[in-house]
């Protein structure tokens, strides 16, 4: 595609329930990224990966957060028993290489109830 | 650890004048990039111009221009002729050179007026 594209752009969840957020990355780009952006904050990195190598997941919050790429391209991040500290944008991005440049998705929007 | 900090919240510019956003950062690295990034209320992040640290020319994409001082750790954007499509917020980025993330600033509000 044109761009990085994530799904879906908005997501209203009940305290407690498991969420799922997907992130199609640029065609091509091996390095892809995640990063959640609280109300009115900068964003705060959760995990990176890059080719076939070991993800770098140390900007993950807390064990109820987890995150897989299938295949090289397409990537889920999952936030168990979501609670409402969990509320905010996360935003996926991806580059061509670890020394390019990042492009973001428009994020998703999630509200913890 | 590597800190980014946008000392300015909000600012604000008359269209057409020009304005200049402050980003100033703390690494041991030698060698890394810098990044801006706008944010309008779209959401979209947008990359608005990226200095690798190894080079001393300023970089400059069209209206947009950056003050880079690598010894005073220091990284400011200038946007000439500013529109009003310029207002949104901006993010000072830094990334290592090895990849894995970029390490943000809290963002300054720009707002143009006309």
């Known amino acids: 595609g044109a761009g990085v594209s994530q799904s879906p752009s908005n997501k209203v969840t009940e305290k407690g329930k498991d969420v799922e957020l997907r992130c199609d990355p640029i065609?091509?780009?091996?390095?892809l990224y995640w990063y959640r952006q609280s109300l009115g904050q900068g964003l705060e990195f959760l995990i990176y990966?890059?080719?076939?190598?070991?993800?770098?997941k140390s900007g993950l919050p807390s064990d109820r957060f987890s995150a897989e790429r299938t295949g090289g391209s397409v990537s889920t991040l999952t936030i168990q028993r979501t609670q409402q500290e969990d509320s905010a944008v996360y935003l996926c991005?991806?580059?061509?290489?670890?020394?390019?440049?990042?492009?973001f998705g428009p994020g998703t929007r999630l509200t913890v109830l | 650890a590597q800190t980014v900090t946008q000392s300015q919240p909000e600012m604000s510019v008359q269209e057409a004048e020009t304005v200049t956003l402050s980003c100033t950062y703390d690494?041991?690295?030698?060698?890394?990039?810098l990044f801006w990034y706008k944010q309008p209320p779209s959401r979209q992040m947008i990359l608005v111009i990226r200095?690798?640290?190894?080079?001393?020319q300023n970089a400059t994409e069209n209206r947009f221009s950056v003050n880079f001082q690598k010894a005073a750790k220091s990284f400011s954007l200038k946007i000439s002729d500013s529109q009003l499509g310029d207002t949104a917020m901006y993010f000072c980025a830094w990334g290592e050179t090895s990849g894995s993330r970029l390490t943000f600033g809290e963002g300054t509000q720009l707002t143009v007026n006309p």
């Open positions: 200095q690798e640290a190894y080079k001393q």
């Open positions: 690494t041991s690295e030698n060698n890394y990039y």
């Open positions: 991005a991806s580059s061509y290489d670890s020394w390019t440049s990042e492009y």
């Open positions: 065609s091509g780009h091996t390095a």
């Open positions: 990966f890059q080719g076939n190598s070991a993800p770098d």
